[in-house]
């Protein structure tokens, strides 16, 4: 049958066939490209962290755990973890009890400071953090030398840098969820206000407040300049370790470092995951209860 | 108890007066609507009332005590938003247990005046659900339970009904007077639907530019509203001015009214389109005026008319129902009459004669 003959309800299967093939390819081209874009230096990173070594040939000449071994046995990389975890919790902690009121403040209570938080929140991006240390360095030299090269001021200063992860992903989650609503409801149902904010805000916010604490946690556990210029190797978190072993040059350093820097993918992309199931599962709420068996 | 005094509320913003010096009474366990058109400070005032807006000026009692300055956790007002407001992490008995968990009620109280609760707005069967599990005129039974749940001293209604299709309003606006009955409680319930305002109310308050045009029953308010603005808003009226002559108000021969006003006087007569008595026949009533039907609207139970009648240029509005209106169509000639007892008369804006008794 030629072209021509074809029914008109043979030439609409024909189109449907042809719009079937391009929104597949529109849907699922466009994600396999990004994984490609995304995957193929993990893969990479992944493969060496394995590689015996690997020079000159496509694929490296043999495997071996050992560097994983290696990297997760040892005594710096897991202090360097454990003070890099230390932070990032810290971080998280301190701006969780500043930023989610602040943000609840200018969503809720007074909006019209609402455009001095965003203007503030942008000065993290538009400063370079190295200018951000060194800026903090020499006011608490002045106001509070006890604080100078503490730990203590590492912490204050990486909460001051990654506030903004926080604050946007709050007043965002704030605003889609009618948090003032939320909040009058809860004032006309007789709740004081931390009864309100940690009842009822909170809960209706909550992964608002996960993803801005994941990126918080994900940034502090990547931060490199200001811990170098607060606090210098005295105090080796993951980046510094990770400075260490390229400066250093030590024999293996590079397979070693390449299992770190995907165990830390790793765990940050399994948090992640966790956040979005957490909230996917938690909206069908209660189990419905199942109706009564009837025997 | 639940006796409301406002006394000279005023609120601006800048040079816009929300509320003007505003003054109302209401009384315990009645059921008061708040009416009036967007932007005429309705909503203002119930949230004055809640707590949940500061005002410039006035003072607020609920039962003889001065809440002006209380906040809103402490003034025992329930209330219930348009868009539900429900606490989306907790479930139906949560909801409606966390007032009373917040005055510090005992768990076994609690409890059981959950049950309650559940039982009244006839949601036992969904109690363990999420908001997001319930339609939306089940999420606004919860959200009546919850607000009820601590017998407030007032309950406010914040057009509960706005975001519910026709159906499900029709049934939730009769199970609020139901519910509202059976508390007894003074309920204060914000509308810019006159239907709902009129079904559900013991008094109507209506309002426009932030002011109160007239408080009464809905009857009184339907059939002789005060002022010239408050009948544009109720109903569908027509007005026609009028100028007396050998004392009388006589529009062709639609109308002719007695009236003791002088000569050249003018005046508005307003009168609802129901109030209009249409025959199809143009010839069929010999003292009735003849009119053209510009054009019908068909709405189900009833029809209404643009008519005009012969050598006049006013256009006025008639609803017919039944048969009569299957008989007339656009273009059309038909014979109309209004009764001298239906017509208001209004001069500067104020009602000033209803019906035989113009002044």
Known sequence: ?295 | MGNVSLQHITKSYGTNVVLDDLSLEIGDGEFVSLLGPSGCGKTTLLRTIAGLQHFDAGRIEVDGVDVTDLPPQRRGIGMVFQQYSLFPNMTVRRNIAFPLQACGMKSEQISQRVDEMVELVGLTEHQHKRPKQLSGGQQQRVALARALAPHPRMLLLDEPLSALDAQVRNHLRDQIREIQRKVGITTIFVTHDQSEAFALSDRVVLMARGEILQAAAPSEIYARPKRIEAARFVGHRSEVDIEARNGRLRWGKVFDLPSTFADGTRVTCSFHGERVRVSPDPHSQPGWARATVIHRTYLGSVSQLRLRPLESDTEIVATVTGTAAELIHDDAQVALRVDEQDVNVYESGQLIAAGGSAR
């Open chain 1, 1 to 295: 049958m030629s072209a021509q003959t074809l029914s008109p309800l043979a030439s609409a299967g024909t189109t449907t066939s042809n719009e079937a093939a391009d929104s597949f390819l529109g849907r699922w081209g466009a994600l396999i490209l990004l994984i490609g874009f995304l995957g193929i230096p993990l893969l990479a990173l992944l493969v060496f962290s394995f590689a015996t070594a690997w020079s000159g040939t496509v694929l490296p000449s043999g495997y071996t755990a050992e560097h994983w071994i290696g990297a997760l046995t040892s005594s710096d990389v897991l202090s360097a973890v454990g003070r890099s975890l230390f932070l990032a919790v810290a971080v998280c902690l301190i701006n969780w009890v500043l930023v989610i009121p602040a943000a609840y403040v200018s969503v809720v209570v007074e909006p019209r400071i609402r455009p001095w938080f965003q203007a503030l929140s942008v000065v993290p991006f538009a400063l370079p953090w190295i200018v951000i240390a060194a800026g903090m360095q020499l006011t608490v030299k002045e106001i509070a030398p006890g604080l100078f090269g503490t730990v203590g001021l590492l912490v204050l200063t990486l909460s001051a840098v990654t506030f903004p992860y926080l604050y946007w992903a709050v007043e965002n989650s704030l605003i889609t969820n009618n948090a003032k609503q939320l909040s009058e409801a809860a004032r006309m149902s007789g709740a004081s206000l931390p009864r309100t904010l940690l009842q009822v805000i909170v809960p209706a916010i909550r992964t608002g407040v996960m993803s801005g604490s994941l990126l918080t946690a994900a940034s502090v556990f990547g931060e490199f300049p200001i811990t170098m210029t607060l606090i210098g190797g005295g105090y080796e978190t993951l980046p510094l370790w990770t400075l260490r072993m390229f400066s250093g040059r030590v024999p293996g350093a590079g397979a070693e470092l390449a299992a770190v820097s995907f165990a830390t993918f790793a765990l940050l992309f399994a948090v992640s995951l966790l956040i979005t199931r957490i909230d996917t599962t938690s909206k069908p709420a209660d189990p419905v209860r199942p109706p009564a068996r009837i025997s």
